[in-house]
Nanobody, 129 residues
Framework: QVQLQESGGGSVQAGESLRLSCITSIYAYKGYCMGWFRQAPGKEREGVAVIDSDGDTTYADSVKGRFTISRDKNTLHLQMDSLKPEDTAVYYC?????????????????????????WGQGTQVTVSS
């Protein structure tokens, strides 16, 4: 059973930075797509960024140039710079096996959260203006 545990959320001012981390029980990542999703109040969960087992990445247009997804050993990271109030949301770490249908880097529907089988509990990020 894959386990994911996020940390690093908090409250910041617009323009500041936060770094989210997700400790996983996945050590080799082979065959897995890992990603960060977020859900704001009253809105559907959306993809923020994903990274495949080769280390290739895809970002939502709204965060390109500001957010960076990375991983090392068994930890997934999301470096968030130049934060904006519209980035306020609960951020979730997710994992899915591409052989089981998880859409990943290069797929036009990579942000479809229903394709990811494993989720963390979420961490709140609040950005004030």
């Amino acid at each position: 059973q894959v386990q994911l545990q996020e940390s690093g959320g908090g409250s910041v001012q617009a323009g500041e930075s936060l770094r989210l981390s997700c400790i996983t029980s996945i050590y080799a990542y082979k065959g897995y797509c890992m990603g960060w999703f977020r859900q704001a109040p009253g809105k559907e969960r959306e993809g923020v960024a994903v990274i495949d087992s080769d280390g290739d990445t895809t970002y939502a247009d709204s965060v390109k140039g500001r957010f960076t997804i990375s991983r090392d050993k068994n930890t997934l990271h999301l470096q968030m710079d130049s934060l904006k109030p519209e980035d306020t949301a609960v951020y979730y770490c997710a994992a899915g096996l591409t052989r089981n249908g998880a859409y990943c880097v290069g797929h036009p529907a990579w942000g479809v959260y229903q394709r990811y089988a494993y989720w963390g509990q979420g961490t709140q990020v609040t950005v004030s203006s």
